[in-house]
């Protein structure tokens, strides 16, 4: 198993360009999750989805747009990128039982100039 | 709503110390309460869990027991060593209808641990 991987692992953007973060997870699971890590913020909520086909929105949703394509994919989409949205962003899926815990993807590094 | 407050860090020890990490939290409920580590250029690892007052988490010498009258989950090490060197993410999560579990996150503590 792979785990949940994402790509890509670096990018630069112009302010006002768009782009879209892939995650994908092998694991089966039916929750996936989209952070935003900043300096001495820990990680906060972008968008989630519970199951293929619904997404919903955490706590810092704003400019950002998501697809769950299917039950492996859940995409994070960029359509203007602005320089607030630096960041590192982290994918997440969750197992279900017996404790819910969150398995991470590596991460993608953001520089919105 | 929920939260989750760490120690700021760096935290910096010699090899073979004693380490605490401090967390306590505030939860509407009856949280499930984690730990998690990053290490330089990845992604976050659970390092151990708690999912009721006075249940003891424990891995790689790692110990945190969850605290109900405390409100606290704090992170303990008998000696560290370099290879602990990381940030650690103190996390809870309460049950929600439509995605499991909703992690809450501290700040981070950033390790270093010296030779």
């Known amino acids: 198993n792979a785990g949940v991987t994402q790509t890509p692992k670096f990018q630069v953007l112009k302010t006002g360009q768009s782009m879209t973060l892939q995650c994908a997870q092998d694991m089966n699971h039916n929750s996936m999750y989209w952070y935003r890590q900043d300096p001495g913020m820990g990680l906060r909520l972008i968008y989630y989805s519970a199951s293929e086909g619904t997404t919903d929105k955490g706590e810092v949703p704003n400019g950002y747009n998501v697809s769950r394509l299917n039950k492996r994919e859940f995409s994070l989409r960029l359509e203007s990128a602005a320089p607030s949205q630096t960041s590192v962003y982290f994918c997440a899926s969750l197992v279900g039982t017996p404790v819910r815990e969150q398995f991470f993807g590596p991460g993608t590094r953001l520089t919105v100039l | 709503g929920n939260s989750v407050t760490q120690m700021e860090g760096p935290v910096t020890l010699s090899e073979e110390a004693f380490l605490t990490i401090n967390c306590t939290y505030t939860?509407?409920?009856?949280?499930?309460l984690f730990w998690y580590v990053q290490y330089p250029g990845e992604g976050l690892q659970l390092l151990l869990k708690?999912?009721?007052?006075?249940d003891k988490g424990s891995n790689k010498g790692f110990e945190a027991t969850y605290r109900k009258e405390t409100t606290s989950f704090h992170l303990e090490k008998g000696s560290v060593q370099v290879s602990d060197s990381a940030v650690y993410f103190c996390?809870?999560?309460?049950?929600?209808?439509?995605?499991?579990?909703?992690?809450?996150f501290g700040g981070g503590t950033r390790l270093m641990v010296k030779p």
């Open positions: 996390a809870l999560s309460e049950r929600n209808n439509n995605a499991g579990n909703m992690l809450t």
């Open positions: 939860a509407t409920g009856y949280p499930s």
């Open positions: 708690a999912t009721k007052a006075d």
